[in-house]
């Protein structure tokens, strides 16, 4: 059984993947909930994503929020602005702790 989230990790998942990789995701996505994973995938934070800045929220999600990330490394992921994005923000993190956080 997965551990609960905590406050310091709301998520104990962020995926970060390409729009392209959206089926394969989603699948994954709902496996995870189904196992009890606090998981952040974008089609479940719709209402809370709304309005917000995204750069920032993002930003803040994949560099602090999130116990680990997992990379959806694809040919569409390597040349997509977001997907940059959040990886920067998950290997900010994961220089400053030192710690395996990146999943690919």
């Known amino acids: 059984m997965p551990s609960p989230s ?3 990790h709301p998520y104990q998942v962020a995926l970060s993947f390409a729009g392209e990789d959206r089926p394969y995701v989603s699948a994954v996505a709902a496996e995870l909930l189904a196992l009890g ?3 952040f995938y974008d089609e479940y934070e719709r209402a809370a994503l709304w309005g917000k800045d995204l750069y920032q929220h993002l930003d803040r999600v994949y560099r602090t929020l999130a116990r680990f990330t997992v990379v959806f ?3 569409h992921y390597a040349c997509k602005n977001w997907t940059n994005h959040e990886l920067r923000s998950a290997q900010a993190r994961a220089f400053q702790e030192h710690n395996e956080y990146i999943l690919p």
Request: proline share 0%; glycine share 0%; charged share 10%.
């Open 6 to 8: 905590t406050k310091a």
């Open 37 to 39: 994973v606090a998981v």
């Open 73 to 75: 490394v694809s040919a």
